[in-house]
């Protein structure tokens, strides 16, 4: 299945470096494939979840066979241009206002409440030095 996503990220690679693409279709291209970046992400990290329930010879095929998918997400997202933010730097942080996040439950805290990043839920995706998506975070109190 790893294998079919990413023949199928491949080919919209190729289709958002045409030249001839409109606009509106270029845009729609680079959402979409900012959108499986993230959703390799998130795949990424149920997969670590459910290997920690495995036999120990099938944690290590399983974890090569997503690592080498990660990978290649990421090698596709470098080639045109994307980069993911190292996610694990941001666990058990401060949070701040300014950061390129946005938190999920917020409105569980107060505004004088000493807050921490507690899980990284979307990865942060930069386009040059300018962010293209903002990551999505769960904070807790300090």
């Known amino acids: 299945m790893l294998e079919i996503i990413s023949v199928k990220f491949q080919q919209l690679l190729q289709r958002i470096k045409r030249p001839n693409n409109k ?6 291209l680079r959402r979409s494939l900012l959108d499986i970046a993230v959703e390799e992400y998130r ?3 149920v997969l670590l979840n459910i290997m920690e329930k495995l036999n120990v010879s099938d944690i290590s095929r399983f974890e090569s066979k997503c690592r080498y998918f990660s990978k290649e997400v990421e090698k596709a997202l470098r080639k045109s241009g994307f ?5 694990d730097e ?3 942080k401060p949070f701040d206002i300014g950061m390129a996040v946005k938190p999920i439950n917020i409105n569980s ?7 921490i990043i507690d899980q990284m839920i979307e990865p942060i995706i930069m386009e040059g030095e300018m962010i293209a998506r903002v990551g999505t975070v769960k ?3 300090k």
């Open 139 to 141: 904070l807790r109190r």
């Open 23 to 28: 606009s509106a279709n270029s845009d729609q």
């Open 90 to 92: 941001f666990i058990g």
């Open 109 to 115: 805290f107060d505004e004088y409440d000493e807050l």
């Open 83 to 87: 980069r993911l933010i190292d996610t």
């Open 43 to 45: 795949m990424r990290e």
